[in-house]
C-alpha cells in the first residue's frame, strides 16, 4: 500500500511531524507492508535545511534495506566540510546511532528516539551541521 506522505500523517497522528519535516513540502511516499512481520517505511530520500541560532542544518532521511547500505547511504551524504554529521538507522530490532563529536548521547540518540517514535522502519537519518 502506497500512500502521500500528508495522507499517512493525517491517519496516523503519532507519527512526529519533526521526523517527516525532512520531505520539505515535497509529496513524500510512504510504504506499509502487510506480511505478518509488518513494518511502514519511506520510499524515498527527503531532504531539509533549517538555520537554528546561526548554525545550518541539513537533515537527510533515506530507505534502507540492511547495514551496508545504511554505510553507503552515509558515504553518500556525508559532508566532510561539516562540523558534525550525526545519524542513526534502524533495521527491525537492529539500530546504530552516532552523535560524530557532539556530546555524548545529545544528537545520535534523539534522531533514533525520532525514528522509533514515528513506527517507521528500515530508514537511515543524518544530520548535518
Not at 541560532?53 to 547511504?73: M, R, T, V
Request: with cysteine; net charge positive; proline share 5%.
Amino acid at each position: 500500500m502506497t500512500t502521500s506522505l500528508t495522507s499517512y500523517l493525517k491517519l496516523n497522528p503519532r507519527i512526529p511531524a519533526s521526523l517527516f519535516v525532512i520531505a520539505g513540502g515535497k509529496k513524500a511516499m510512504v510504504s506499509t507492508s502487510k506480511a505478518p512481520d509488518s513494518y511502514t517505511a519511506i520510499r524515498e530520500r527527503f531532504t531539509l535545511e533549517r538555520e537554528i541560532k546561526k548554525s545550518k542544518f541539513i537533515a537527510i532521511a533515506g530507505p534502507i534495506s540492511d547495514e551496508q547500505s545504511a554505510h553507503s547511504f552515509l558515504a553518500e551524504v556525508r559532508d566532510p566540510r561539516a562540523t558534525h554529521n550525526c545519524w542513526a538507522y534502524k533495521l527491525g530490532d537492529q539500530y546504530r546511532c552516532n552523535d560524530d563529536g557532539e556530546p555524548s548521547g545529545t544528537a545520535g540518540k534523539p534522531i533514533y528516539s525520532a525514528i522509533v517514535s514515528s513506527g517507521i522502519d528500515r530508514v537511515m537519518v543524518v544530520v548535518i551541521r
